[in-house]
């Protein structure tokens, strides 16, 4: 599949994904500092994520309405005023698109409602994130899949059976080209809880391309996904976690998405091909293998022995496999110390 000219697939290096989310913190040039970052870190796209606090959600005391887990981040907020926090202000779409553009880079957004797509589409967007929460919105799917752009999936929670059904409706919509990300929805995910060994399955089982949507801290996790079959990697950015904001714990620095981006191309550059034998880049250190030299000077008639013949580097002379065949044959010549032995020199 492509986004844009970009294809995107096991025969292309990784397209990585700096997700801005709510790291502007409240502010736009913030969010345009963001875009020129994830330009520089060699980043192939940036998206955003299109909600308001009241697209979310309600604003209403009520079980549920407020994060009552010692575990998160956002313990004790409430949702509609953290959503309001991290909103990215609709008109600030326009300029970041255009940033993006300017940087030569795709610039797309996370929809969680039939009004972000309308707005999303009106503004060209290239490609659809849907997120892991969002996963089993099947309408939601249906109305992103019915615009016939790429579709980025993170299926964070969903069982198997909820993934087929979320790829049978996008398929269904209209939607051909998609990426299925395994994704761990907890914030910072740990290594133990991300189980890439999953990604191979979901290319076999949907036959689509796949990726990782990475919440651990580093790279690592980044790098096995590509060696596992990602070929789209998504990283939330910020441009310095001290700086604070809803995401920035979890989130990347300029330096550290660089790494990955560096990291994640030599990782698929290293897959290579199933291959046996030297490559044309060995040859020259296959002259440095051990092979048989005669290491004593030996007059005509004189017998080779373990004395006088050895394995050693350089790889001139006849492989050590054949010391046995030699050992004992007289030479036919005057030998000098340092002769690399080959059958020439023997008489059998």
């Known amino acids: 599949m492509r986004i844009g000219q970009r294809h995107i697939g096991l025969a292309q290096q990784p397209y990585v994904i700096a997700e801005l989310s709510g790291n502007h913190n409240q502010s736009l040039d913030r969010a345009l500092a963001l875009v020129d970052a994830a330009a520089d870190a060699g980043a192939d796209a940036v998206k955003l994520q299109t909600y308001t606090a009241d697209t979310m959600t309600i604003h209403v005391d009520a079980p549920g309405f407020v994060i009552d887990d010692p575990k998160s981040l956002w313990n004790g907020r409430h949702l509609y005023e953290l959503y309001e926090e991290a909103h990215t202000p609709w008109d600030w779409h326009a300029p970041i698109f255009r940033r993006a553009a300017e940087q030569g880079l795709h610039c797309f957004s996370t929809p969680f409602d039939d009004t972000a797509v309308d707005f999303l589409e009106s ?29 980025i999936i993170s299926t964070g929670m969903a069982t198997l059976a909820e993934i087929d059904e979320t790829v049978r409706a996008a398929r269904e919509a209209g939607c051909r080209d998609f990426v299925l990300l395994k994704c761990t929805s907890t914030y910072p995910a740990t290594p133990e809880n991300t189980h890439l060994r999953t990604i191979p399955v979901l290319r076999e089982a949907f036959g689509c391309e796949v990726g990782l949507s990475d919440h651990t801290m580093g790279c690592g996790a980044a790098v096995a996904a590509v060696a596992l079959g990602a070929s789209v990697v998504e990283k939330h950015l910020t441009l310095a976690r001290a700086d604070g904001g809803v995401d920035a714990a979890f989130s990347l620095e300029p330096a550290e998405l660089r790494q990955l981006r560096t990291e994640t191309q030599r990782a698929w550059q290293a897959l290579g091909e199933v291959r046996f034998g030297g490559s044309a880049a060995e040859a020259p250190s296959k002259l440095h293998r051990r092979s048989l030299y005669v290491v004593k000077d030996l007059k005509a008639g004189d017998r080779l022995t373990s004395m006088n013949l050895r394995a050693i580097r350089p790889g001139h002379g006849l492989p050590p496999k054949h010391l046995e065949e030699l050992l004992g044959c007289a030479v036919t010549q005057d030998v000098k110390r340092g002769t690399p032995a080959h059958w020439a020199l023997v008489r059998r």
């Open 123 to 151: 503004l060209g967007a290239p490609a659809y994130k849907i997120a892991s929460f969002e996963c089993t919105d099947l309408p939601l799917i249906r109305k992103v899949a019915a615009t016939g752009k790429p579709m």
